[in-house]
């Protein structure tokens, strides 16, 4: 970087941006960064509601380029600075967001890029650096990082920008450079910095937001930690959503907007906060100490799931239970209980808020028994667990026991109980059978009015563990062949395999595991696995590119005596699918004659979590067993292909490798349907 100070005006430039100069007129594009404040100053993140030095840059910039700024440059970022901050970035085709972002900044003059302007036809080292971009997000550049802009590279910089929503142009404009990451931002103290020392000490974190990767993450995260609010995946130098989630909580306690990008007044409140010492409300109405505080919708982890359960416990009903998710339900739950505590119904928790749950404050006409009504196929947790127990107790059996999991087996057993009470057969544990099973009539039979339930102890269709094994392995033991072998997994093949020995048998064909297939099998009753840990799963990146449709299937009855194990995004055909997070490719599927997943592939996480995609009528270029993607990476392509009557993608979720969970409540939490 070369720095050239002229009285108190300093340019900088770039060695990159003097070589584009002598390259192409196209390259002059590239504009020196030129600040009337000294370099510490930066731009980046300002919104409104900044005021300081920073933001009357952004105001000049703006003037400069024919936008007119009511007030002038007086350093106030209102409600003026904003709208002409949304008029320049229309005009750019930059997303209108109000916000200064890497983009923004970039087409002000107020940042540097050294790919900015380049086109086809251009050549030299800042060439090299945008292929070299291009192939690390993952997109296949013909030719290599040859430092030549050809139409290999022309190609490819489309492909990258469709698959970030941006005009195909093959052209670089500051949206695409910023998309690229090759945005160089002057270091900075922030627009409301207090002390040079202050400065000095949180440089390294200001500016951090999603994407951000390396050690000053893992800095920011740990503090976070140390500062009550949980960070899902915990100091692993990568800034997802779970990180962004957990800033913004923290900026809400600590009175600062909730932007999820690190200033200088993050960093110093984050320097100020109290270490957590305690659980949830620690310190009686010290709010700031709560790890509940600043939860929204759109929150998800523990710290959701301690909510839920604080809520229930005060008598008021969360429909679908305790899911660390936190969605429509649990914004209307918070309502009814600020209302009945006489606090402002904003449907997030503030201070007052998290105050009063802590004291266990409680609301009158509720009960234990109301956070089980509205609990149907898909919902998980204790609420689960508790409607289960509830079951037993009435004298109903469910396949697999309390294990906190509402499948078809808990479904089955409501709608058994539902007809011994002789109320309408639902399956869904509505308001009258939370109400019956407080004090059910006497029921004989294991159900009343049909079939006994089975027992109980029996794997199901997509467990994983001991219990498939020796399933398997008496299945192979009578001579009936087990498609994949005796490999503790209770998919398709096993399924089939079961079928066919109940043909065998003269016994009903259902594929799954009941007491007289169990009888014939040899087969005693075993204690089911743990319920999966969901709230060690964090996407980091929608799946698929929108515009696209998708609704909970979890368990949804398919052929051949199957259950739904995922969620089906309907899409286009070709539509781009993303990696959900960081990992590695550990398994591809090709499509073929009886093939159920058609092309597909599995990408897994160090800790063994896996995330399984289906019927993409092609896997992109450059992704097999063993490749390593980056959250957001293109690593397939809608399509219909297996067993599929529709294009669509189906997205399936394996907490460290075991059976599979509901993804629904995580897909929705990140709805990224509606971005183009």
Not at 153 to 176: E, H, I, R, W, Y
Request: proline share 4%; net charge positive; aromatic share 4%.
């Amino acid at each position: 970087m070369v720095a050239v100070r002229l009285g108190r005006r300093r340019v900088v430039r770039s060695v990159a941006f003097c070589a584009l100069v002598s390259l192409s007129p196209v390259a002059m594009l590239v504009k020196p960064v030129v600040a009337d404040t000294p370099a510490a100053v930066t731009v980046a993140g300002l919104s409104q509601g900044a005021r300081g030095d920073a933001v009357r840059q952004v105001q000049q910039a703006l003037i400069n380029q024919g936008i007119p700024v009511a007030g002038g440059a007086d350093g106030v970022f209102g409600a003026a600075t904003s709208a002409a901050l949304r008029q320049f970035q229309a005009a750019k085709g930059i997303a209108q967001t109000g916000v200064v972002d890497d983009a923004t900044a970039l087409a002000l003059g107020l940042a540097s890029s050294p790919v900015l302007g380049l086109t086809q036809g251009t050549r030299g080292e800042s060439v090299t650096q945008l292929q070299q971009r291009l192939i690390a997000s993952g997109i296949s550049v013909r030719g290599g990082a040859d430092g030549v802009f050809g139409s290999g590279t022309a190609d490819a910089l489309k492909q990258f920008q469709s698959a970030k929503g941006l005009p195909s142009t093959g052209v670089v404009d500051a949206a695409t450079a910023a998309a690229l990451g090759s945005v160089q931002v002057p270091s900075s103290s922030g627009p409301s910095q207090s002390s040079d020392t202050q400065s000095s000490a949180s440089g390294s974190l200001v500016g951090l937001k999603v994407g951000s990767r390396g050690e000053t993450v893992k800095q920011l995260q740990q503090q976070l930690i140390a500062a009550g609010h949980r960070v899902p995946g915990g100091a692993d130098g990568v800034f997802g959503v779970a990180t962004a989630t957990s800033l913004s909580s923290f900026q809400s306690a600590a009175g600062l907007k909730p932007t999820a990008i690190v200033d200088d007044a993050t960093v110093a409140a984050l320097a100020a906060a109290p270490r957590s010492g305690g659980g949830a409300g620690a310190g009686g109405g010290q709010g700031a100490a709560s790890p509940l505080l600043g939860l929204k919708y759109g929150s998800t982890g523990g710290a959701v799931k301690t909510l839920q359960e604080t809520l229930l416990k005060a008598g008021v009903n969360v429909r679908g239970g305790a899911d660390g998710v936190f969605g429509l339900s649990t914004q209307n739950a918070l309502k009814q209980y600020q209302q009945a505590a006489g606090l402002s119904a904003s449907g997030r928790v503030d201070e007052q808020t998290a105050s009063a749950l802590a004291s266990g404050r409680s609301v009158a006409g509720g009960g234990a028994s109301s956070g089980l009504v509205g609990l149907k196929s898909g919902s998980l947790g204790s609420s689960v667990r508790d409607l289960q127990q509830a079951l037993i107790k009435a004298g109903i059996s469910i396949r697999g026991g309390a294990d906190g999991i509402f499948g078809p087996a808990t479904a089955q057993a409501v709608s058994a109980f539902q007809t011994a009470q002789g109320l309408p057969v639902t399956g869904v544990a509505d308001a009258a059978t939370v109400a019956a099973l407080a004090n059910p009539k006497p029921i004989s039979g294991g159900g009343g009015g049909g079939a006994a339930a089975p027992s109980g102890g029996f794997p199901q269709f997509g467990e994983k563990g001991a219990r498939v094994i020796s399933l398997q392995s008496a299945l192979m033991k009578a001579g009936i062949t087990v498609r994949g072998g005796v490999d503790g997994s209770f998919g398709a093949g096993t399924s089939a395999a079961v079928m066919d020995f109940q043909r065998a048998k003269g016994l009903r064909v259902t594929g799954r595991i009941d007491d007289a297939t169990a009888a014939q099998l040899g087969l005693g009753a075993q204690q089911p696995p743990a319920a999966p840990d969901v709230s060690t799963v964090t996407l980091a990146a929608f799946p698929v590119q929108g515009r696209c449709y998708f609704t909970d299937t979890w368990m949804a009855v398919r052929s051949g005596g199957r259950a739904h194990l995922g969620v089906d995004i309907i899409a286009p055909q070709g539509k781009l699918i993303y990696a959900v997070t960081d990992g590695t490719i550990t398994r591809v599927y090709t499509d073929h004659p009886g093939s159920l997943a058609g092309n597909g592939l599995r990408l897994t996480q160090g800790d063994g979590t896996y995330f399984f995609y289906a019927h993409m009528v092609s896997i992109a270029e450059g992704i097999a067993v063993g490749s390593k993607v980056t959250a957001g990476q293109v690593i397939g392509y809608v399509g219909s292909t297996g067993s599929s009557a529709t294009n669509h993608l189906h997205f399936e979720v394996h907490p460290k490798g075991g059976s599979a969970v509901n993804p629904y409540p995580m897909v929705k939490a990140i709805d990224g349907c509606k971005r183009t």
